[in-house]
């Protein structure tokens, strides 16, 4: 299995722009989860789903985020629109059971 | 919801030498505690996780021990090499089989000097 994918790796867009960020899960897994890492607030949870089904949104910061789970292959996590301060690494992962796998991370700067 | 704190946030230690890393959590349900490795510029990878039921669990050179009393847990990581170098994350939460809502520490960079 080629593990978590995300899609881009490196993303760099100017404030105000849309910014889609994209995840496909280890195949047979059913849980997904989109976190974000920043040197200030570490790694955050924003949102998981399970069976393609948004579980936990508590941690999207703001309306400007929102996240989108269509089928058990592909996740979009989108800003729009973006501002600096969501400059940071964001990580999907997915699990089975309880450990969580990574995928590589989509590093975002906002101009 | 829960809170994690983890110290120290950076340790040095020479080569060979043992490394312990400390979080402690605050709600008194968390029943799962895994630990991630994240090397510079790559993804967090479990290392090593324990749940309430255990108060120590031992992998080669790494072990977790865990209070639940006191509501802490601690990674122990002996005979350190170069290659142990990154930063360690603690983390808890209930443990419902797939759906584990991770709360984090800060993190430990850890750094092993030859």
């Known amino acids: 299995d080629a593990g978590v994918i995300q899609s881009p790796r490196h993303e760099v867009t100017e404030m105000g722009q849309e910014v889609t960020l994209r995840c496909k899960p280890i195949?047979?897994?059913?849980?997904l989860f989109w976190y974000r890492q920043t040197m200030m607030r570490g790694l955050e949870l924003l949102i998981y789903f399970n069976n393609n089904v948004p579980i936990d949104d508590s941690g999207m910061p703001e309306d400007r985020f929102s996240a989108k789970m269509p089928n058990a292959s592909f996740s979009t996590l989108k800003i729009q629109p973006s501002e600096p301060r969501d400059s940071a690494v964001y990580f999907c992962a997915s699990s089975l059971s309880a450990e969580q796998f990574f995928g590589p991370g989509t590093r975002l700067t906002v101009l | 919801g829960e809170n994690v704190e983890q110290h120290p946030s950076t340790l040095s230690v020479q080569e060979g030498d043992s490394a312990v890393i400390k979080c402690t959590y605050s709600?008194?349900?968390?029943?799962?505690f895994p630990w991630y490795k994240q090397e510079l510029g790559k993804r967090p990878q479990l290392i090593i996780d324990?749940?309430?039921?255990?108060g120590e669990k031992k992998d080669q050179r790494i072990a977790v021990t865990l209070n639940k009393t006191a509501k802490h847990f601690s990674l122990h990581i002996t005979e350190t090499q170069p290659e142990d170098s990154a930063v360690y994350f603690c983390a808890a939460s209930m443990d419902t089989g797939g759906g584990n809502k991770l709360t984090f520490g800060t993190g430990t960079q850890l750094k092993v000097e030859l």
């Open positions: 324990i749940r309430s039921n255990v």
């Open positions: 709600d008194s349900a968390s029943n799962y």
């Open positions: 195949s047979g897994h059913d849980y």
